[in-house]
């Protein structure tokens, strides 16, 4: 499994779309396991949530996410963590440990609807 967080500096970016860059954590027996940092490419819609799919990311935490981005992660079945603060190592360790406090991981379609509540 691989985690993917909005980052500036060490921390939790507010703002997924102007962030500096993700870290994709990968996780393998409830731990993290490796750590590849990426720099954002800029904000182009539509085009974060495929570049996180394609670096593996089942999960992405972010502080937040407008809700074009939020629908397009729920279409690939990428579960997003909104409201998220501190630092991105301590995100994915209260994910892990099923303490993440979200503050908002929602989104319907009329064909889809994913709630994937932590």
């Given amino acids: 499994m691989k985690i993917g967080v909005a980052k500036d500096g060490n921390q939790v970016?507010?703002?997924?779309?102007?962030?500096?860059?993700?870290?994709?954590?990968?996780?393998?027996?409830?731990?993290i396991v490796g750590r590849k940092d990426i720099i954002s490419p800029g904000h182009t819609p539509g085009a974060l949530p495929a570049l996180l799919a394609e670096h593996g990311a089942s999960i992405v935490i972010a502080g937040g996410m407008g809700p074009k981005a939020v629908d397009l992660f729920c279409a690939r079945d990428i579960q997003v963590y909104l409201g998220v603060s501190g630092s991105i190592e301590g995100a994915v360790?209260?994910?892990?440990?099923?303490?993440?406090?979200?503050?908002g991981n929602v989104c319907s379609h009329d064909d889809h609807d994913c709630n994937h509540e932590h």
């Avoid at 962030?19 to 731990?31: M, N, P, Q, T, V």
């Fill in 13 to 31: 970016s507010q703002h997924f779309g102007q962030c500096e860059g993700y870290a994709i954590f990968e996780i393998a027996d409830g731990k």
């Fill in 93 to 103: 360790e209260a994910y892990l440990e099923g303490a993440l406090v979200s503050g």
